[in-house]
């Protein structure tokens, strides 16, 4: 079965660029998904959607985070990546990735990894 499994450093300062990598087992990461998805939980909140890269490649994401986030895949490596520039302290979260099968159905979820935003 498909697993995902979240990387990345857990304190960034602020200002810099958070960088998240997961990595898929289980499967290739060119077939049998809709997207992959970024989502995030800040502390004490609710979840946010912050972007996926859909089958053919195209990326989408939420208009709030839009002009500091990248997400990319490499096939090779089996691995989808996020990168959230100019981070403040309320970019504190935890961050999942996510397979969708469709819009609104995330089929698979990493465990989550907590990154704060920290002087």
């Known amino acids: 079965q498909v697993q995902l499994q979240e990387s990345g450093p857990g304190l960034v300062k602020p200002s810099q660029t958070l960088s998240l990598t997961c990595t898929v087992s289980?499967?290739?990461?060119?077939?049998?998904?809709?997207?992959w998805s970024w989502i995030r939980q800040p502390p004490g909140k609710g979840l946010e959607w912050i972007g996926h890269?859909?089958?053919?490649?195209?990326?989408f994401y939420s208009p709030s985070l839009k002009s500091r986030t990248s997400i990319s895949r490499d096939a090779s490596k089996n691995q989808i990546t996020l990168q959230l520039s100019s981070t403040t302290p309320e970019d504190t979260a935890v961050y999942y990735c996510?397979?969708?099968?469709?819009?609104?159905?995330?089929?698979?979820w990493g465990q989550g990894t907590l990154v704060t935003v920290s002087s």
């Open positions: 289980g499967g290739s990461i060119l077939i049998d998904y809709y997207a």
């Open positions: 996510a397979r969708a099968l469709s819009s609104t159905y995330f089929a698979t």
């Open positions: 890269v859909v089958s053919g490649g195209n990326t």
